[in-house]
T-cell receptor, first 110, second 114 residues
Framework: DAKTTQPPSMDCAEGRAANLPCNHS???????VYWYRQIHSQGPQYIIH???NNETNEMASLIITEDRKSSTLILPHATLRDTAVYYC???????????FGQGTILTVHP | EAQVTQNPRYLITVTGKKLTVTCSQN?????MSWYRQDPGLGLRQIYY???????DKGDVPEGYKVSRKEKRNFPLILESPSPNQTSLYFC?????????????FGSGTRLTVV
């Protein structure tokens, strides 16, 4: 599975959009981009995933560049409860392992 | 409610005393996996199971055993726990193993071995 690179930390004001970048320059054609988040020591929570097209659900939007070498997770109206560690993961059609990196610590402040 | 249930949430035990951490999912998922999380090391996969009676080692399987006799259950067994197995453990499940399916994680089991 391809490796990912994320900034170690980011800040965002409450009510503003949080844009979290992820680089995955070695991604291959059958690998998906996944985003998870972990609040304190709770179990990681699935947010969204995509292959080529941009995706949107009730939690967030995922923008994948045309060459698929990077992506951005967008939380459109961040709240204090969105403060968490956000993990960008690339996963292929292999046996299913999610390889977690260090993630981005997002802090939403009032 | 669709969920992955782990028990217990907290456990303190002594070195060498066998223990089992249970994991159950109610979503008819084929794929299940165990992770441990340690400061500075992140989440690492211990074992995984593609389906009933099919299990395999992850990245850090030493000192652990698993079994998958039923689709919904995937217990983690520590035959002789040691202090270096003190960690936060998560069970996860997915409809299938391949790409395109999200994982659902349990709430975690914090294990302390003294």
């Amino acid at each position: 599975d391809a490796k990912t690179t994320q900034p170690p930390s980011m800040d965002c004001a409450e009510g503003r959009a949080a844009n979290l970048p992820c680089n995955h320059s070695t991604i291959s054609g059958n690998e998906y981009v996944y985003w998870y988040r972990q609040i304190h020591s709770q179990g990681p929570q699935y947010i969204i995933h995509g292959l080529k097209n941009n995706e949107t659900n009730e939690m967030a939007s995922l923008i994948i560049t045309e060459d698929r070498k990077s992506s951005t997770l967008i939380l459109p109206h961040a709240t204090l409860r969105d403060t968490a560690v956000y993990y960008c993961i690339v996963r292929g059609t292999s046996y299913g392992k999610l390889t977690f990196g260090q993630g981005t610590i997002l802090t939403v402040h009032p | 409610e669709a969920q992955v249930t782990q028990n217990p949430r907290y456990l303190i035990t002594v070195t060498g005393k066998k223990l089992t951490v249970t994991c159950s999912q109610n979503m008819n998922h084929e794929y299940m996996s165990w992770y441990r999380q340690d400061p500075g090391l992140g989440l690492r996969q211990i074992y995984y199971s593609m389906n009933v009676e099919v299990t395999d080692k992850g990245d850090v399987p030493e000192g652990y055993k698993v079994s998958r006799k039923e689709k919904r259950n995937f217990p983690l067994i520590l035959e002789s726990p040691s202090p270096n197995q003190t960690s936060l453990y998560f069970c996860a499940s997915s409809l299938r193993a391949g790409g395109g399916y999200g994982y659902t994680f349990g709430s975690g089991t914090r294990l302390t071995v003294v």
